[in-house]
């Protein structure tokens, strides 16, 4: 039973709150007591296999690649994410698949740290802290977060020194930001300075504004992101382009089941895409420069030869400013593969990290807006391969009151815990007041 619940919550995508009427659908015609798979009963379950994972002794090896980042929700903290896989295994798993894009079974939690302050120094006591695991890692990647990269800066000093004092020391990681998160600062970049794009995206929202409340909704945009807008530039183009042949093609929306009048309203409301017709085909080409990168660093990862393979795949241009993003691309994996050894490929994508961290959120629910809470160490179970022994062994070794020590060592007052003490402090005097039942 305890099995099942997990697996509805990790594997089916089960809300956590809906397991118990899941489980009671479909094993209550066998007689089974499910009454004790509760939302408390399961989300424990859940978190001690998290804990579990996370305090498993871990191999100590030279060949561990490390993928940090941090996941921020609503209030203080913020908690530091490191997870992990050797070099051996990697190249196991290609051996096994033919290709090198990892998935949330390949990995495995090595660090899961919430604090309120995080900058170079707090960050650098993590890395050592977490190397005291594992050994300290051949690589690591992440973004360009500055207190991430000023951590690790403090970290390889600190090896420096201690590799020029002993010969024998372990050499420091090489640090490899993330192929996903530059493609987005180039774009940004070259966009900054287009001075079609800002309009482009203001008639967008617009339009957005004008529909999404008539007929023509299904014409309407997609919302566009505050938070890693350039990382999701396909979808807005997307959009563009179906949009212009929309525009072309009335007859087809005559058969799609708009009227006459709706089809001349989609030609004056939408008729300004024109204009950015040629603009469009520029940032299209852009795209597919920045998304052949992606496409290649997460199937061969990092290595000296990589700037010449991929130079091979990367489509080539007319347009000054795709044939100037084409060469930062091509500089930028050149740089990289310079810290690889010959022979040897390196991690060059955080994509499974940012996967993980999304599907956290997911089974947390609510979109974060209680902060961050013990849920955080559900991070645990969904990484890994998850067996019935291995949660055997959680159970066994990790009881409930391991996790609310964790818990109030690394996490303290939720946000929705302190929503309530501010409305009992508020309300005191309800709170008092004596409830009198007058009989007649």
């Given amino acids: ?74 209030g203080e903290r913020k908690c530091l994410i490191i997870v992990g ?9 290609h051996r096994e698949r033919g290709h090198r894009v990892l998935s949330h079974k390949d990995v495995e939690v090595i660090t899961l740290e919430p604090v309120t302050e995080s900058n170079g120094k707090v960050v650098y006591q993590q890395l050592q802290a977490a190397a005291e695991k594992t050994g300290i890692p051949r690589a690591i990647i992440s973004d360009a977060g500055s207190d991430l990269h000023a951590g690790f800066g403090m970290f390889h000093e600190q090896l420096c020194k201690k590799s020029r004092a002993d010969s024998d020391a372990q050499q420091p990681p090489t640090w490899i930001n993330d192929i996903k998160h530059k493609m987005a600062c180039l774009l940004k970049h070259a966009l ?8 482009f995206t203001e008639k967008a929202d617009r339009f957005k504004k004008q529909v999404s409340q008539s007929p023509l909704a299904a014409l309407a945009p997609p919302q566009q992101r505050s938070k890693s807008r350039y990382m999701n530039l396909d979808v807005l183009l997307n959009w563009a382009q179906d949009a212009l042949l929309a525009l072309e093609n009335p007859r087809a929306l005559r058969k799609a089941g708009l009227n006459a009048r709706q089809v001349r309203q989609v030609e004056a409301k939408l008729g300004w895409l024109r204009k950015f017709a040629q603009p469009l085909r520029r940032w299209n080409e852009m795209l597919a420069v920045a998304g052949a990168a992606e496409h290649y660093v997460r199937h061969e990862g990092i290595h000296t030869q990589a700037a010449e393979e991929l130079a091979a795949r990367l489509p080539k241009s007319t347009i000054p400013v795709v044939k100037r993003l084409r060469k930062q691309v091509l500089d ?41 809470t013990g849920m955080v160490l559900s991070i645990g179970a969904l990484v890994g391969k998850q ?9 066994t070794e990790v009881p409930t009151r391991v996790v609310r020590d964790w818990c109030r060592a690394y996490l303290g007052p939720t946000v929705q815990s302190m929503r309530q003490r501010i409305r009992q402090a508020l309300h005191q005097e309800q709170n008092k007041k004596t409830l009198c039942l007058k009989t007649g």
């Avoid at 900054?192 to 309009?199: G, M, N, Q, T, V």
């Fill in 332 to 372: 930028f994996i050149e740089e990289q593969g310079r810290q690889a050894r010959p022979g040897e490929r390196l991690l060059g994508s955080s994509e499974v990290l940012e996967s993980i961290i999304g599907k956290f959120k997911e089974v947390a629910g609510e979109g974060g807006r209680h902060g961050l």
């Fill in 192 to 199: 900054k300075h287009d001075r079609s794009w800002p309009k």
């Fill in 1 to 74: 039973m305890i099995g099942k619940c997990l697996a509805s919550v990790l594997h089916a995508k089960t809300r956590l709150r809906q397991v118990p009427n899941f489980l009671a659908l479909h094993l209550g015609w066998s007689g089974l007591d499910v009454r004790s798979a509760s939302y408390y009963s399961i989300r424990l379950w859940l978190l001690r296999l998290g804990l579990y994972q996370l305090r498993r002794p871990k191999i100590k090896a030279d060949d561990w690649m490390w993928i940090i980042d941090h996941t921020i929700q609503m």
């Fill in 85 to 93: 896989l050797r070099q051996s295994t990697w190249n196991a798993l």
């Fill in 387 to 395: 067996t019935v022994a291995t949660v055997q062994s959680a159970l």
